[in-house]
């Protein structure tokens, strides 16, 4: 059984479009994140939500907009893609939020803007 | 800001021999951890070290960690073809919530 899963796994759109990337976990645990992975391989954290609670937000453009409906799944919509959002995105989870335990990540979506 | 510098960027070697990166931080930290990414994957992780600890072993990763030289390395002894992936440290900054990458060593392993 896929312990995290994104969806879709590839996702190719025009600038100005609105889309949405859905991660779902079935670990039980308490953490979701999301993260954007850039073409130099470097990983940033965007946001972190603990028991549907939004708890990082890291300077992240308010295009930008995660939502969590229950604790096992954490949705990302984008509002008017733009070239500089292409790059792949990664969903998490771990055991709480306290940064103590591993994290365990998805598949990735491979987000391509043009 | 990146927490995490690695060393070296891409690190090539022969089947059988040892593999080690280094990972050094800025910042005192709660722990570290290192982790795998095949390419087109996502992230694997490896092994966890705490502040309080000095070496950890898992089959064939050591990882040592020295916070008052705020740096960590990954041994892998004996690499096979199926280590090729990419590497990456991870902190937990003392107070954060979050984990903070470096930019990940590049290993490949030639048969």
């Known amino acids: 059984d896929t312990a995290v899963s994104q969806t879709p796994k590839y996702l190719v759109t025009q600038m100005g479009n609105d889309k949405s990337i859905k991660c779902e976990q079935n670990?039980?645990?308490?953490?979701m994140y999301w993260y954007k992975q850039d073409s130099k391989k470097f990983l940033k954290i965007m946001f972190s939500?603990?028991?549907?609670?939004?708890?990082i937000n890291e300077t992240v453009p308010n295009r930008f907009s995660p939502k969590s409906p229950d604790k096992a799944h954490l949705n990302l919509h984008i509002n008017s893609l733009e070239l500089g959002d292409s790059a792949v995105y990664f969903c998490?989870?771990?055991?709480?939020?306290?940064?103590?335990?591993?994290?365990?990540f998805g598949p990735g979506t491979r987000l391509t803007v043009t | 800001s990146q927490q995490g510098e690695e060393d070296p960027q891409a690190l090539s070697i022969q089947e059988g021999e040892n593999a080690t990166m280094n990972c050094s931080y800025k910042?005192?930290?709660?722990?570290l951890q290192w982790y795998r990414q095949n390419s087109g994957r996502g992230l694997v992780h490896l092994i966890l070290?705490?502040?309080?600890?000095r070496e950890k072993h898992s089959g064939r990763l050591r990882v040592t960690l020295d916070t008052s030289k705020k740096s960590s390395s990954l041994l892998i002894t004996a690499s096979r073809a199926a280590d090729t992936a990419s590497y990456f440290c991870?902190?937990?900054?003392?107070?954060?919530?979050?984990?903070?990458f470096g930019q990940g060593t590049r290993l490949t392993i030639n048969p």
């Open positions: 998490a989870s771990s055991q709480d939020a306290a940064g103590a335990y591993e994290q365990y």
């Open positions: 670990l039980g645990h308490d953490t």
């Open positions: 939500y603990n028991n549907k609670e939004l708890i």
């Open positions: 910042t005192s930290i709660n722990n």
């Open positions: 070290i705490r502040s309080n600890e």
């Open positions: 991870a902190t937990t900054p003392q107070g954060a919530q979050k984990l903070v």
